[in-house]
């Protein structure tokens, strides 16, 4: 599943704030943690904070803080909040669609949707914390020998 920046980098904000509950957070930390822009990361923290999972706090150890509740909010709700609607999803004709490939590929890029539409809503903020504790836990002991994975040329 590709998602777009601003998702990406909502994600990487609200696991941030969330995980760090005992204050604010700025967001010129987040940006350098993840290596992102930190206007790109402006404007997706007011999202968030227009949304009410998010608040902010100007001057001496100000910034931004996860207000929503973590065992509660799901990665589909973020993900909902910067991602268009679905071409296929919504109805849109494309060409072929009347057509028997064209209905059997719209049938299974449905459910390739709702698969993942069903993963996302299943997990809450509060279990992607542990799941990114365990693995840095695993990473710090040299025992994760995944590799991240690479974008196809």
Do not use: C, W
């Amino acid at each position: 599943m590709r998602l777009q920046k601003a998702t990406r980098f909502a994600l990487y904000a609200v696991l941030e704030l969330a995980s760090r509950p005992e204050g604010y957070v700025s967001a010129s930390e987040v940006a350098a943690k993840y290596g992102i822009s930190l206007n790109h990361l402006a404007k997706v923290l007011r999202a968030l904070g227009r949304s009410g999972l998010v608040e902010a706090s100007r001057g001496v150890g100000g910034g931004y803080r996860f207000i929503g509740n973590a065992k509660r909010t799901t990665l589909l709700e973020i993900v909902q909040l910067f991602e268009k609607v679905d071409p296929i999803a919504a109805g849109e004709r494309q060409p072929g669609d009347g057509t028997d490939a064209g209905l059997t590929l719209k049938s299974v890029l449905e459910e390739i949707e709702d698969t993942a539409r069903a993963t996302l809503s299943s997990i809450s903020l509060d279990t992607m914390i542990k799941m990114t504790r365990r693995h840095a836990e695993r990473r710090a002991k040299g025992t994760d020998q995944r590799q991240p994975a690479t974008p196809a040329p």
